[in-house]
C-alpha cells in the first residue's frame, strides 16, 4: 500500500511557533505530504503566516471556534486527503530526514500507528533544555512517558504522533478531553486490535514552554489528566503514576522534618544532586544542570500536585472531568 501522508497540526495563539515549524518541513528531504493547520479560535491569527508558506508546501488552512486540541485533530482528519495522518505540535521543529524516515519504516513494516521522540535543539534557551531533560529523562516523570527506555509500555503522545485513516475510522479520532486525550487515543486504538510501534528516528525538537510559569501550568494539568484517565481506563493507572504525587508530599514534609532528623532533606538534596550532575553531563552544560534540579523539582511538584487535586475533586467529591481545569486551561 502506497503512504500518503498528512501532517495535521492544531494551533492555538502560536504564530512564530508555527513559522518555525513549516520552515522545517519546507526543509524536508521527501516532499510527499500535505499539511494541513487547524487554528483553534485563536486571537493571534496565523493565517498571514501560513499563506506565506502556499508556494512551497502542499497547504491547507482552516479557522475555528476553539474546542480544544483533541477536537482540532479530529477537524483536520476529517479534511485530509491522505491515507495517514501524523499529528504534530505547533512547538515542535522537524530535522530533515522526518518524513523520510516515517515513508521508509511505514514501508518496510507497516504498523496502524506510530509516535516518535522528541529532543532539545542546540538553538534552544537554557530552559527550555532544562525542561526537555525534564520531560525525558528516567530521573524523572520521563520513565513513565512511553519513550524507548520507558518503564511503561509505549504509548504515543500527540506532538509526534501517527495513525492510519482506518484508526481514525474505527475510532472516531480523539475524545472530547482538554489534556490528556492522547493517551486516551493510544488506549483505545490498542483495546480495538491496531498496533503501535515507536520510530526511534523519527523524532522533533520539542520547544515545549519557554518560561518555567507555563511549564509548571502545563504539567500540573498532566497530572490532572491522569485521574481523569483512570475514570475512562481504570487499568491504565499504574502504581508508579503516583511517584510524582509521592514526591511532593515528601518534599512538602522534609522540610518541617528537619527540626526532628535531617535524613529526609539529605535524600531530597541527594537526588536533586543526581539530577543535576546527569543533566550536566548529557547537555555539557553546568547551567542547564542547574536549570534542570528546578525544572525537574517543578515537573514533580506541579504534576503531583495536579495528581492529588484531581484525586480529591474527581474520586471523593465525584465532580466532573472539566472541574479541575476550569481556571487554568490555555493560560
Known amino acids: ?18 513559522r518555525e ?5 519546507c526543509l524536508q528531504s521527501d516532499s510527499n505530504f500535505e499539511v494541513i493547520v487547524v487554528e483553534d479560535g485563536s486571537t493571534l491569527k496565523s493565517e498571514n503566516i501560513v499563506d506565506s508558506f502556499r508556494d512551497r508546501l502542499m497547504l491547507s488552512y482552516y479557522f475555528k471556534p476553539n474546542s480544544g486540541p483533541g477536537q482540532s485533530r479530529n477537524y483536520g482528519a476529517e479534511r485530509a486527503k491522505g491515507n495517514y495522518f501524523v499529528f504534530l505540535d505547533s512547538d515542535c521543529i522537524l530535522p530533515p530526514h522526518y518524513v523520510q524516515e516515517v515513508l521508509s519504516f511505514l514501508e518496510a513494516s507497516y504498523v ?11 538553538s534552544f534557551s537554557p530552559i527550555q533544555k532544562a ?6 529523562s528516567l530521573f524523572t516523570t520521563g520513565g513513565i512517558r512511553g519513550n524507548k527506555n520507558s518503564v ?10 501517527g495513525y492510519s485513516k482506518l484508526v481514525f475510522e474505527k475510532t472516531g479520532g480523539f475524545a472530547k478531553m482538554r489534556f490528556g486525550e492522547d493517551i486516551d487515543m493510544s488506549i483505545r486504538l490498542m483495546k480495538a486490535g491496531f498496533k ?26 498532566s497530572g490532572i489528566a491522569r485521574i481523569n484517565l483512570y475514570k475512562r481506563h481504570p487499568e491504565s493507572l499504574k502504581l508508579l503514576h503516583f511517584f510524582p504525587a509521592a514526591f511532593t ?9 528537619w527540626y526532628f532528623h535531617p535524613l529526609p532533606l539529605v535524600l531530597l538534596a541527594f537526588y ?12 555539557r552544560s553546568l547551567l542547564v544542570g542547574g536549570l534542570a534540579v528546578l525544572a525537574s523539582f517543578i515537573q514533580l511538584f506541579s504534576y503531583g500536585l495536579g495528581f492529588i487535586k484531581a484525586f480529591y475533586r474527581r474520586l471523593i467529591l465525584g465532580r466532573g472531568e472539566f472541574a479541575a481545569y476550569q481556571k487554568n486551561f490555555y493560560k
Open 1 to 18: 500500500m502506497k503512504i500518503e501522508l498528512s501532517l495535521i497540526i492544531p494551533l492555538y495563539n502560536r504564530p512564530e511557533e508555527i
Open 112 to 122: 496502524d500507528a506510530f509516535g516518535g521522540p522528541d529532543r532539545a535543539d542546540k
Open 21 to 25: 515549524l513549516l520552515e522545517s518541513l
Open 152 to 161: 511503561e509500555k509505549f504509548h504515543p503522545r500527540s506532538f509526534n504522533m
Open 131 to 136: 525542561i526537555n531533560y525534564s520531560m525525558t
Open 272 to 283: 536533586l544532586i543526581l539530577i543535576a550532575v546527569d543533566a550536566s553531563v548529557r547537555n
Open 249 to 257: 508530599v515528601y518534599s512538602l514534609l522534609s522540610l518541617p522534618a
Open 196 to 221: 503501535t510501534a515507536l520510530i526511534p528516528d523519527a523524532y522533533v525538537y520539542h520547544k515545549r514552554r519557554t518560561n518555567f510559569r507555563q511549564f509548571y501550568k502545563q504539567v500540573h494539568n
